[in-house]
């Protein structure tokens, strides 16, 4: 091999002006080895940057995965004779209604900001055009981006009304697009879970929907079969007319709700040709007797 080698550098020597000492056998291994570890050096170098890049794209797609697959924990918020104000992850504000529930992932991280309401609740949703905000009530599905409105779908009542205050809303039964129904301001959607129908009403006063939210209960012009229904969810307890004369006899009032339920039935009944009584858990409102 170290003949060859010296052959050919004679060659290489004799076929150009350079002399021979530059060339030497000696000199050239030299020059051959200060050369192999700088190229073994950057080898090394090359291998531990691609393994650190492997790492990194490794743990962003570990990452990415527990995000996506992972299930965020769900928390649930629950009132019983008081209202109660919930602040969300998205700085969304709801005011829940006596008696009510509001389930909500603890951290919005998916596409749609989806909650689950029992009850009533009042929502100022913090606009997001990127993430939609959704509230599913039993059959309901209400999607907005950043509005106010309310929302009572007690599990007893045969509807689930949806009011706008602010905004735009759209509204539909979960799994059917096509009767979709999208609210103006002072304008309601309710949904009749008997028929299975969701239609749309104008309101001559949305923020008289609220009034729950201040304390308050105001009737105007009232059916006493719709005021036995929201003192029914306010209270908790079932209120039941079977006259429909009663039922469809009309009142004007104002209460709040600090006062107890006797003390408003008590009021209602003053002066009316109507009186109640408590039977079985159940307050059964009747006809005075002459």
């Given at each position: 091999?170290?003949?060859?080698?010296?052959?050919?550098?004679?060659?290489?020597?004799?076929?150009?002006?350079?002399?021979?000492?530059?060339?030497s056998k000696a000199n050239s291994w030299l020059l051959l080895e200060k050369r192999l570890p700088?190229?073994?050096?950057?080898?090394?170098?090359?291998?531990?940057?691609?393994?650190?890049?492997?790492?990194?794209?490794?743990?962003?797609?570990?990452?990415?995965?527990?995000?996506?697959?992972?299930?965020?924990?769900?928390?649930?918020?629950?009132?019983?004779?008081?209202?109660?104000?919930?602040?969300?992850?998205?700085?969304?504000?709801?005011?829940?209604?006596?008696?009510?529930?509001?389930?909500?992932?603890?951290?919005?991280?998916?596409?749609?900001?989806?909650?689950?309401?029992?009850?009533?609740?009042?929502?100022?949703?913090?606009?997001?055009?990127?993430?939609?905000?959704?509230?599913?009530?039993?059959?309901?599905?209400?999607?907005?981006?950043?509005?106010?409105?309310?929302?009572?779908?007690?599990?007893?009542?045969?509807?689930?009304?949806?009011?706008?205050?602010?905004?735009?809303?759209?509204?539909?039964?979960?799994?059917?697009?096509?009767?979709?129904?999208?609210?103006?301001?002072?304008?309601?959607?309710?949904?009749?879970?008997?028929?299975?129908?969701?239609?749309?009403?104008?309101?001559?006063?949305?923020?008289?929907?609220?009034?729950w939210c201040n304390g308050m209960l105001l009737f105007e012009n009232t059916p006493m079969q719709?005021?036995?229904?929201?003192?029914?969810?306010?209270?908790?307890t079932r209120i039941q007319i079977t006259d429909t004369h009663i039922q469809n006899y009309r009142?004007?009032?104002?209460?709040?709700?600090?006062?107890?339920?006797?003390?408003?039935?008590?009021?209602?009944?003053?002066?009316?040709?109507?009186?109640?009584?408590?039977?079985?858990?159940?307050?059964?409102?009747?006809?005075?007797?002459?």
């Amino acid at each position: 091999m170290e003949q060859e080698f010296e052959k050919l550098l004679n060659t290489l020597v004799a076929s150009t002006r350079s002399p021979k000492g530059q060339y030497s056998k000696a000199n050239s291994w030299l020059l051959l080895e200060k050369r192999l570890p700088h190229l073994h050096i950057q080898t090394l170098v090359w291998r531990i940057t691609a393994t650190a890049a492997l790492i990194a794209t490794i743990c962003a797609l570990s990452w990415w995965m527990y995000n996506t697959f992972v299930p965020i924990p769900l928390q649930t918020i629950s009132t019983l004779a008081e209202t109660r104000t919930v602040l969300l992850p998205d700085q969304t504000k709801v005011i829940l209604n006596h008696f009510s529930s509001l389930t909500y992932p603890k951290e919005f991280k998916s596409q749609d900001r989806k909650v689950k309401l029992q009850g009533e609740a009042y929502f100022e949703v913090t606009k997001d055009a990127s993430h939609p905000f959704k509230v599913e009530a039993e059959a309901v599905m209400v999607q907005v981006l950043g509005t106010h409105f309310n929302v009572e779908a007690y599990p007893k009542d045969i509807q689930i009304k949806t009011t706008l205050l602010e905004g735009s809303v759209a509204i539909n039964l979960i799994g059917k697009t096509n009767n979709r129904i999208i609210l103006v301001p002072n304008e309601s959607a309710i949904y009749n879970k008997i028929e299975k129908k969701l239609t749309r009403c104008t309101e001559k006063n949305a923020s008289e929907k609220i009034d729950w939210c201040n304390g308050m209960l105001l009737f105007e012009n009232t059916p006493m079969q719709e005021i036995a229904r929201r003192l029914s969810n306010i209270y908790h307890t079932r209120i039941q007319i079977t006259d429909t004369h009663i039922q469809n006899y009309r009142m004007t009032a104002t209460f709040s709700t600090d006062e107890s339920l006797d003390e408003v039935l008590s009021l209602l009944c003053r002066n009316q040709k109507f009186k109640y009584k408590k039977t079985n858990n159940t307050i059964i409102i009747t006809q005075k007797l002459n």
